[in-house]
């Protein structure tokens, strides 16, 4: 009867240890997914503020562009409006989109100041396209940055066997990856 009794005590121990063995392995996966969840987020944070310092920068260089190129209107109205709706995007794949029309129109805008000698000799316009410049070295860090975090919370809670305390808590795979746009695919045309 004694050996019974230590038999179903060392059971009864032996299912303890392997509940608190799962039970730990649990609250230090969700522990990590919901670190790497708020650091996505404060990586996202990053690209914002650097989204949002060029989309403060372009209405001073298409007010310079203006002076010089007025009758050039569809290129400051695509810029108003990818500018615009950079702005009022409220999630990453919005402001990813939006971030793709601007880069577009920026890219025609400071090819229109090829036709305009005197433009690309204005003090301003220069100084203004040097902190563009500095501000899509920038972007293209901090987007680098972001996609990096994404990866690694992705790869974290698709891992065996955080995937399955990922399932029970409710984290999902976040697909906002800053991609190449089409028009950045092409190559530009140049012309002596």
Do not use: C
């Not at 032996?14 to 997914?33: D, H, T």
């Not at 615009?84 to 409220?90: D, E, F, G, I």
């Not at 028009?183 to 012309?191: A, R």
């Amino acid at each position: 009867m004694r050996r019974g009794l230590w038999i179903a005590i060392a059971v009864v121990v032996v299912i303890f240890l392997a509940v608190l063995l799962v039970f730990g392995s649990y609250v230090s996966a969700k522990n990590q997914m919901v670190a790497k969840q708020e650091a996505v987020h404060a990586q996202w944070s990053q690209v914002d503020v650097v989204l949002q310092r060029r989309a403060d920068l372009i209405p001073n260089l298409v007010n310079t562009v203006k002076g010089y190129a007025q009758h050039e209107e569809t290129v400051f109205s695509d810029i108003a409006n990818a500018r615009s709706a950079l702005l009022n995007a409220h999630d990453p794949q919005g402001k990813i989109a939006a971030n793709g029309q601007l880069d577009s129109a920026l890219g025609r805008l400071l090819a229109l100041s090829e036709n305009y000698p005197n433009l690309k000799a204005d003090q301003n316009f220069l100084q203004l396209q040097d902190q563009l410049e500095g501000t899509e070295n920038r972007i293209a860090v901090e987007r680098r940055r972001y996609n990096q975090t994404v990866q690694d919370y992705n790869t974290f809670i698709r891992q065996f066997p955080n995937s399955i305390w990922a399932g029970m808590a409710g984290f999902q795979p976040d697909n906002a990856y800053f991609q190449a746009s089409e028009t950045s695919k092409q190559p530009p045309s140049v012309k002596f």
